[in-house]
């Protein structure tokens, strides 16, 4: 493991593209994140995982080895997003319950999807592009759609 920063990890030949951020984050050997990429504090990403462009992955995703995270795909980690307390006073870091999200190894979702809060979605599973995901979606399942419902399951052989 090499750090770019005092808060980044990077493990062997991670291929960074241009105009990305990291933040308190960890990265596997062989994973590739592409351009303009946001990755939050405290996430961790496992190895030969590629992250497309224009994707953010806030504090509580893990996202496990091999997996794949199509162009613009969003995570949400706060079930109940406000800008203020109902005191009206500006929210800060100590205000919010961030819930983990797992993404499981080998799975795959679609550019253009939106993961929220405290869900998994399984080892190799599928989410079409363009879905909502607001629940667990288990292994090997192919799911699509808003909200994201399964479809089938894949083949033994795939």
């Not at 994140?33 to 497309?52: D, S």
């Not at 994707?55 to 795909?73: K, P, S, W």
Request: net charge neutral; with cysteine.
């Amino acid at each position: 493991m090499r750090k770019i920063a005092p808060d980044v990890v990077l493990g062997e030949n991670v291929r960074l593209n241009d105009f990305i951020n990291l933040y308190g984050c960890e990265i596997g050997d062989d994973s590739m994140i592409g351009t303009f990429v946001e990755i939050q504090r405290g996430v961790k990403i496992g190895k030969r995982v590629k992250l497309q462009s224009h994707t953010f992955v806030c504090t509580g995703v893990e996202i496990h080895d091999e997996a794949m995270v199509g162009h613009g795909v969003m995570f949400i980690n706060d079930r109940f997003p406000r800008a203020t307390n109902a005191d009206g006073t500006l929210k800060s870091g100590s205000d919010w319950a961030c819930e983990t999200t797992v993404v499981g190894k080998r799975a795959s979702i679609g550019s253009n999807c939106t993961i929220l809060c405290g869900i998994t979605i399984g080892e190799n599973a599928i989410i079409g592009a363009g879905s909502v995901v607001t629940k667990n979606i288990p292994a090997r399942a192919i799911a699509a759609g808003n909200p994201a419902k399964i479809l089938r399951y894949l083949d033994d052989d795939t």
